[in-house]
């Protein structure tokens, strides 16, 4: 399961973002997906999941509130509203999937995007 992600990029303080993330390839089946991040220096963490249909999502403490995950139609496609950012957002944010496919189960990341709060 290939995945690319799109929509980083700088925002002031207060601003808002959305990130997208979409899977692609062939027999596969989507188990749940979600955000994780990692500022330098510190461990990756789990930003935000959204089970196979999306009807249940999971955050983080730090954007409860503020961070949106959502999976239209369960599609193949993530997305991440992130509002009311401010500088402790800033990391590179990973999409990651879990999948079953003709092999087996799998665990995809995406390449990261860069997402930079400024002060």
């Known amino acids: 399961v290939q995945l690319v992600e799109s929509g980083g990029g700088l925002v002031q303080a207060g601003g808002s973002l959305r990130l997208s993330c979409a899977a692609s390839g062939s027999s596969f089946t989507i188990n749940d997906m979600g955000w994780y991040r990692q500022a330098p220096g510190k461990s990756r963490e789990l930003v935000a999941g959204?089970?196979?249909?999306?009807?249940?999502?999971v955050y983080a403490n730090s954007v409860k509130g503020r961070f949106t995950i959502s999976r239209p139609n369960a599609n193949n496609t993530m997305y991440l509203q992130m509002n009311n950012m401010g500088p402790g957002d800033t990391a590179v944010y990973y999409c990651s999937v879990r999948a079953e496919t003709e092999y087996g189960p799998i665990i995809s990341w995406g390449q990261g995007t860069q997402v930079t709060v400024s002060s």
């Open positions: 959204i089970t196979s249909g999306g009807s249940d999502t």
